[in-house]
């Protein structure tokens, strides 16, 4: 396999300011394959080729790459605002990546990015697998969400409110079914203001909710029943198990048992955070 260990990626990556994850996704693979990348490991086919040449149309290839010949032809560094959003698999273009902000909220919870006109990159927070343990106390801690990687969704308008961006874990909500929330997805949802909680939940418009319990850490699942009286959510899974499928067989105490897997009361007390399910996208 051909290596390349003198590319000039980070150089470029640098003068940017991006961070690897965003980088990565300029070229349209996984932070995991650019770590690759910038260690001249991974392997160039003509479709990688493709990628960097569109990403990066004012660097010659071979500069990059190799650290050979000119860099490009004007001399000029390039920034984040010249960089094109590029063609993958059977998808098309959306526009130009532009580094200027655009919008902001007051709290400056979401940046959005002008992609095109009407079209943007929102930028939320991530809360990774590896993180999720520290979320529960690091949620107003300022250094530990700025520690958070970005995630990024293309939206047509812009959204105010608290919106964090979650790693799924498990498969608790696969039910077969197009509206299956997969194991690595990542799912954002807008904050729902406590005070907001004294009224019932929208839970015909929307399915799924990420629940920010204190014993039970983030968990996502559907809202069966939002009792606002006493303050207790019954929160169910999607799954459909066998055990389930079958229980004109069972006994009823072993298809009770069951049940309680998939069905379980979240108190007031014991949560957190609620956040209203709006997007999923592949990690």
């Known amino acids: 396999m051909e290596t390349y260990p003198d590319n000039n990626f980070e150089i470029l990556r640098l003068e940017m300011g991006i961070t690897n994850r965003e980088f990565a996704g300029l070229l349209g693979v996984r932070e995991q394959v650019y770590s690759r990348i ?3 490991e991974y392997p160039i086919g003509l479709t990688m080729k ?5 990403a990066f149309p004012q660097v010659q290839y071979d500069w990059l790459l190799y650290g050979k010949g000119e ?7 390039i920034q984040s605002d010249t960089v094109s959003m590029i063609n993958v698999g059977n998808g098309k273009s959306i526009g130009y990546f532009s580094s200027d902000v655009k919008f902001i909220d007051e709290n400056k919870n979401n940046i959005f990015f002008e992609v095109s006109p009407g079209r943007y990159l929102m ?3 991530l809360v990774t697998e590896k993180a999720k343990a520290g979320y529960l106390s690091g949620f107003s801690d300022a250094e530990y969400m700025d520690d958070l990687p970005a995630h990024f969704i293309t ?7 608290a919106y964090r961006s979650f790693e799924v874990s498990g498969d608790s909500m696969t039910d077969g079914t197009d509206a299956s929330v997969l194991d690595g997805d990542i799912v954002t949802g807008r904050l729902i203001k406590r005070e907001l909680w004294q009224s019932k939940f929208h839970t ?3 399915r799924y909710w990420v629940v920010v319990h204190r014993y039970e850490g983030v968990i996502i699942k559907e809202i069966a029943h939002h009792d606002v009286a006493n303050g207790i959510l019954t929160l169910r899974s999607s ?3 066998k055990l389930l499928i079958q229980t004109l ?3 009823w105490m072993m298809w009770t048992r069951s049940l309680m897997l998939l069905i379980s009361a979240a108190h007031y007390k014991d949560v957190q955070y609620i956040f209203v399910f709006h997007w999923t996208s592949l990690k």
């Open 204 to 206: 015909h418009k929307y």
């Open 239 to 241: 799954i459909r198990t």
């Open 38 to 40: 910038k260690k001249g």
């Open 50 to 54: 493709t990628r960097i040449q569109n």
């Open 71 to 77: 860099r490009n032809q004007s001399g000029a560094i």
């Open 155 to 161: 939206v047509n308008e812009f959204h105010k409110g």
């Open 123 to 125: 930028q939320t927070k």
């Open 249 to 251: 067989k069972l006994a």
